[in-house]
């Protein structure tokens, strides 16, 4: 914690990792010692390398769920093994007999947002920082009718110069236009922009999420799962089980999971959004009845990995499949 607050805290918040404060915050010690826990049960090479991507954004949830995918396991009374090598392949986790032959493969898939997201987010924080600086007890809002990119550092630098001299200006306005952008000074009734901020003007960006939340790209990445390991599940003939879990940006939950396996009789359209998102999308919407989610028949089971601590397993087994998933990973929570 020390090292990473010592090496990434003199930087401008817009070029630091978002995952800077869960790394050094104090609200967050949990989370890291659960991490410190995990980790020290792997194999000296594998806790280092995972310790070493685990603070960057692309990699944070990618790793949390590989970890919570072993605790699970091992909770549910498995023999585990971390990235064992089988037939030239090394699934995430592999369930062991006491004599040390495979039970049971499990591969981890984590749903991630476009790769762009966390550049997009790391540059609002950048204008909101700078907004910041101006010593006026307002909130900001964007006006659009269509998604809004975030400036570049130097549109950000002159935009903060405009809203800057407008509000400091002492003439009366709501609506300030400056480089493309619409901003509008919101009501704040509740005063938390002074509470928050004092005598500091607060930006309210987009969130960089506000859109239709779908699991389709979720179920592809299931589907790319058992088609690269299924063939080393079937030579040792034991089940395989996906666990896959959901970057939180993504919006997508053990709900929209289960909607996806058994199936709707009229489409669910889940659009998240937050104050600030100035557009939420828009789909077009075939009313028709979504079938159920076709299995394959190589797939033992899914684990929903929760995206908090504790990191609750929980089981939906494939009640076709050529290889049962271990009775122990069946019930509704694998275990923590």
Not at 145 to 151: D, I, N, Q
Request: net charge neutral.
């Amino acid at each position: 914690m020390e090292a990473h607050r010592h090496r990434y805290g003199k930087r401008p918040p817009q070029d630091r990792q978002l995952t800077y404060d869960i790394a050094v915050q104090g609200e967050h010690a949990a989370w890291r010692q659960w991490l410190d826990d995990q980790l020290a049960l792997l194999p000296d090479q594998s806790s280092e390398a995972l310790a070493r991507r685990v603070w960057l954004d692309e990699h944070f949830w990618p790793v949390n769920f590989e970890l919570a995918t072993g605790a699970g396991l091992r909770a549910a009374g498995l023999r585990t093994v971390y990235e064992e090598v089988w037939d030239g392949l090394s699934p995430d986790w592999t369930v062991l007999s006491e004599s040390g032959t495979p039970l049971a493969f499990v591969e981890v898939h984590t749903d991630m947002p476009a790769p762009e997201t966390f550049g997009q987010m790391r540059a609002w924080h950048g204008l909101v920082e700078r907004i910041k600086e101006i010593p006026v007890p307002v909130l900001l809002q964007l006006a659009s009718a269509k998604p809004v990119s975030p400036p570049d550092p130097r549109t950000a630098k002159k935009i903060f110069q405009d809203l800057r001299r407008e509000l400091l200006s002492g003439r009366p306005g709501s609506t300030f236009w400056t480089h493309g952008y619409t901003f509008l000074v919101m009501q704040d009734p509740r005063r938390e922009v002074a509470a928050k901020l004092g005598m500091h003007a607060c930006f309210d960006p987009p969130s960089s999420r506000a859109g239709l939340v779908t699991a389709q790209r979720l179920m592809e990445g299931i589907t790319e799962k058992v088609r690269k390991y299924k063939s080393l599940a079937a030579r040792y003939e034991v089940p395989l089980i996906v666990g896959v879990g959901a970057h939180r940006f993504t919006g997508v939950t053990l709900q929209q999971l289960d909607d996806v396996l058994t199936g709707l009789p009229a489409p669910k359209i889940t659009f998240p959004f937050n104050a600030g998102d100035p557009f939420i999308g828009e789909q077009t919407v075939n009313m028709a009845p979504v079938p159920p989610w076709e299995w394959p028949g190589d797939l033992s089971g899914l684990l929903w990995i929760a995206n908090q601590l504790p990191f609750d397993l929980t089981g939906r087994p494939n009640r076709a499949a050529q290889s049962r998933m271990p009775a122990a990973l069946i019930a509704s929570r694998a275990g923590r």
